[in-house]
């Protein structure tokens, strides 16, 4: 066998604190389920919601950016669909 020792309370350590921020984030998650639970409750759509969440996330160039790509990928399909009904015509 070789002579390398492990520092087994030091890993029992770093698990711990892995296993403790495992279970904070789960009471965290439930939650974020209580909210949005709750904001359903009242009418509101959680999509949007977690929509506006996901934007505010974002700086204003890379919303900037997402905003122009869906309408030029929208257009694009209104076009694509208008040019087999006017052929056919």
Not at 2 to 11: A, H, L, N, T, V
Not at 25 to 34: S, Y
Not at 68 to 79: P, Q
Request: aromatic letters at 4%; hydrophobic letters at 35%.
């Amino acid at each position: 066998m070789s002579d390398i020792s492990i520092p087994g309370g030091r890993i029992r350590s770093f698990i711990e604190r892995i296993e403790t921020l495992d279970s904070e984030l789960q009471e965290l998650n439930e939650q974020k389920k209580e909210v949005f639970s709750e904001a359903k409750g009242e009418g509101f759509d959680v999509k949007i919601l977690k929509e506006i969440i996901k934007l505010r996330k974002q700086d204003q160039d890379e919303r900037d950016e997402h905003e122009t790509l869906l309408d030029m990928y929208l257009r694009a399909m209104e076009t694509a669909e208008k040019e087999p009904q006017a052929k056919a015509a």
